[in-house]
């Protein structure tokens, strides 16, 4: 693709299943890391990546040859595998199916990135279902409430 040149900035946000609070503090840093090296393995880059115990956000620089839904998979498989290994007690961790992904200008990448790693103050005032639906409303995504938090 020596001849292709693109700039696509994403902001994907995912939950645990059923919004179980299963990422504690010691599990959130091995686990964004971890996170971060699944999308380098499957040549994207992670800009950011952070949330809270039941979600996370990443704000990830992807490629035009391969599907977004394709690298959600591989990362929440991989990084599904890698819990139930690396931590036996979390033998039912689990990620929601569904996703959410948002397009970030480049100009954008800045506050976004501030945005992720200030996730746990952010989530002192607010909760997961109130953010998403803020984050909805401003990229004017049309949603159906009984698909959000399920």
Avoid: C
């Amino acid at each position: 693709m020596a001849g292709t040149f693109s700039q696509l900035s994403l902001h994907i946000v995912f939950s645990t299943k059923r919004r179980e609070p299963w990422i504690n503090a010691d599990l959130a840093a091995r686990l964004h890391a971890y996170l971060g090296g699944i999308v380098r393995s499957e040549k994207g880059v992670a800009l950011e990546v952070g949330g809270v115990e039941d979600h996370v956000h990443f704000l990830v620089r992807w490629r035009p040859d391969e599907t977004i839904s394709n690298l959600l998979r591989h990362v929440k498989a991989r990084s599904s595998r890698w819990v139930h290994e690396s931590s036996p007690q979390l033998r039912s961790f689990a990620w929601q199916e569904r996703y959410s992904v948002f397009s970030v200008s480049k100009s954008q990448e800045p506050a976004v990135r501030r945005y992720i790693q200030r996730q746990r103050d952010h989530h002192a005032r607010e909760d997961f279902a109130s953010e998403l639906i803020r984050l909805l409303n401003a990229h004017e995504i049309e949603y159906d409430e009984k698909y959000l938090l399920g």
